[in-house]
């Protein structure tokens, strides 16, 4: 009788975790990269995929553990997608640690769901525990994507490789390619040093910050929502040397303050919108865009509904033409936040949709190059480390 029981409540315990480990994470995943529409590909502007280099600033595919060479019927970018989209440059970025209960304007650093995650994921046992350990992973990740694509995808590292690149695409438009940044510095685990390791994976820009406070700055999501604290500026002072940008993008506003006020080094903000057209405290004041402009930054607008308050193309075309219209064409961009847990306009395949509401709004097709990726490809060529 005690074997049968045994054995029945080891089926069912099996029965569990082939349905938690097996399905759990896939579940999550579509539940919450969603896309509001699908493009239709019929409706691709003529000369879309004319356009030399398209580029976007921000995506968090590499939180989801899929294949990214593999095409989804959910979530936003994978390389097919990207190779139908006749996307250049993706920015993946690394997401570490977010709060229980996330939302706009209140989290503590308290509790953890990427560790949850990790575990349904069935990452390493590290990953469960190790901001750092789970953060290198989803950078080797995306260096394993690209050894396993023979060819199709290649990680961005340097000047030399992005001039390479720009030259293998010109005669072969499939091509894609990635670089890394970090959506929150929490996963250096408060050591300084640790920035060479992540500079030697290949990351390029960091945010502070993401959603709480940490042990660098102030959040705009955050409790105290303070600045930059000691340690900060020995960060932000060891990432200019490195050529490591900053990102504004979820810093409070104390913390973009100091940063102005402690670096000359070149700004950008990943993803985000625009207070004028859509009044929150993660979006960028008037004061800050033309601070941004100024230092020859970048700005990316986002396509989520937070950013733009707006749940279509023409949404994002406005925030672009408001930022464009302060600071110049060449100082904006696409900063989708795709696979970020948000419900999105569209998946990558959609950014034909923002070209043609560019063009309903005037723009020529040279700025509407710059605007759809010309202008991250020459941000990195003037800021990205030699070799
Ligand atoms: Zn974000």
């Given at each position: 009788m005690l074997r049968k029981i045994l054995y029945t409540a080891g089926v069912i315990l099996l029965v569990a975790a082939v349905v938690f480990f097996g399905f759990v994470p896939g579940i999550i995943d579509k539940k919450i990269n969603t896309t509001i529409h699908q493009t239709n590909?019929?409706?691709?502007?003529?000369w879309y995929d004319s356009i030399p280099f398209i580029a976007d600033l921000?995506?968090?595919?590499?939180?989801?553990?899929?294949?990214?060479?593999a095409r989804h019927n959910y979530g936003h970018v994978d390389v097919p997608r990207m190779q139908e989209a006749n996307v250049a440059l993706e920015v993946f970025t690394i997401v570490s640690k977010t709060p229980r209960?996330?939302?706009?304007?209140h989290n503590s650093d308290?509790?953890?769901?990427i560790a949850l995650l990790s575990f349904a994921q069935l990452r390493a046992p590290s990953d469960w525990f190790s901001l750092k350990a789970r953060a290198l992973h989803q950078c080797e990740d995306l260096h394993q994507s690209a050894a396993r694509s023979k060819g199709a995808f290649r990680v961005i590292t340097t000047r030399g490789e992005l001039e390479q690149y720009i030259k293998d695409r010109s005669a072969n438009r499939s091509l894609t390619a990635g670089m890394l940044g970090l959506e929150g510095a929490h996963c250096l685990e408060n050591d300084v040093n640790n920035l060479d390791t992540f500079y030697k994976t290949g990351?390029?820009?960091?945010?502070?910050?993401?959603f709480f406070d940490n042990e660098w700055a102030g959040s705009a999501?955050?409790?105290?929502?303070?600045g930059l604290t000691a340690k900060g500026k020995e960060l932000l002072h060891k990432m200019e040397q490195l050529h490591i940008m900053i990102d504004l993008?979820?810093?409070?506003t104390k913390t973009i303050d100091d940063i102005f006020a402690n670096t000359t080094g070149t700004l950008m903000v990943s993803h985000t919108g625009v207070r004028g057209l859509c009044d929150n405290g993660r979006n960028l004041t008037d004061a800050q865009i033309q601070e941004i402009g100024k230092r020859n930054g970048i700005i990316g607008i986002g396509m989520w509904e937070t950013a733009?308050?707006?749940?279509?193309a023409a949404a994002t075309a406005n925030s672009i033409k408001y930022v464009a219209d302060r600071i110049?064409?060449?100082?904006v961009a696409m900063g989708?936040?795709?696979?970020?847990a948000v419900d999105a306009?569209?998946?990558?395949?959609?950014?034909t949709e923002v070209v043609k509401e560019l063009i309903n709004l005037g723009y020529s097709r040279s700025d509407i190059e710059k605007i759809m990726g010309g202008n991250v490809r020459d941000f990195w060529l003037r800021n990205l480390p030699e070799n």
């Amino acid at each position: 009788m005690l074997r049968k029981i045994l054995y029945t409540a080891g089926v069912i315990l099996l029965v569990a975790a082939v349905v938690f480990f097996g399905f759990v994470p896939g579940i999550i995943d579509k539940k919450i990269n969603t896309t509001i529409h699908q493009t239709n590909a019929a409706d691709k502007v003529a000369w879309y995929d004319s356009i030399p280099f398209i580029a976007d600033l921000h995506c968090d595919e590499l939180l989801w553990h899929r294949d990214l060479l593999a095409r989804h019927n959910y979530g936003h970018v994978d390389v097919p997608r990207m190779q139908e989209a006749n996307v250049a440059l993706e920015v993946f970025t690394i997401v570490s640690k977010t709060p229980r209960h996330q939302n706009y304007d209140h989290n503590s650093d308290k509790t953890d769901q990427i560790a949850l995650l990790s575990f349904a994921q069935l990452r390493a046992p590290s990953d469960w525990f190790s901001l750092k350990a789970r953060a290198l992973h989803q950078c080797e990740d995306l260096h394993q994507s690209a050894a396993r694509s023979k060819g199709a995808f290649r990680v961005i590292t340097t000047r030399g490789e992005l001039e390479q690149y720009i030259k293998d695409r010109s005669a072969n438009r499939s091509l894609t390619a990635g670089m890394l940044g970090l959506e929150g510095a929490h996963c250096l685990e408060n050591d300084v040093n640790n920035l060479d390791t992540f500079y030697k994976t290949g990351v390029r820009y960091i945010g502070l910050t993401h959603f709480f406070d940490n042990e660098w700055a102030g959040s705009a999501h955050g409790i105290a929502k303070g600045g930059l604290t000691a340690k900060g500026k020995e960060l932000l002072h060891k990432m200019e040397q490195l050529h490591i940008m900053i990102d504004l993008a979820h810093q409070s506003t104390k913390t973009i303050d100091d940063i102005f006020a402690n670096t000359t080094g070149t700004l950008m903000v990943s993803h985000t919108g625009v207070r004028g057209l859509c009044d929150n405290g993660r979006n960028l004041t008037d004061a800050q865009i033309q601070e941004i402009g100024k230092r020859n930054g970048i700005i990316g607008i986002g396509m989520w509904e937070t950013a733009i308050c707006g749940t279509d193309a023409a949404a994002t075309a406005n925030s672009i033409k408001y930022v464009a219209d302060r600071i110049g064409v060449e100082h904006v961009a696409m900063g989708s936040d795709f696979d970020g847990a948000v419900d999105a306009t569209y998946d990558i395949t959609g950014f034909t949709e923002v070209v043609k509401e560019l063009i309903n709004l005037g723009y020529s097709r040279s700025d509407i190059e710059k605007i759809m990726g010309g202008n991250v490809r020459d941000f990195w060529l003037r800021n990205l480390p030699e070799n």
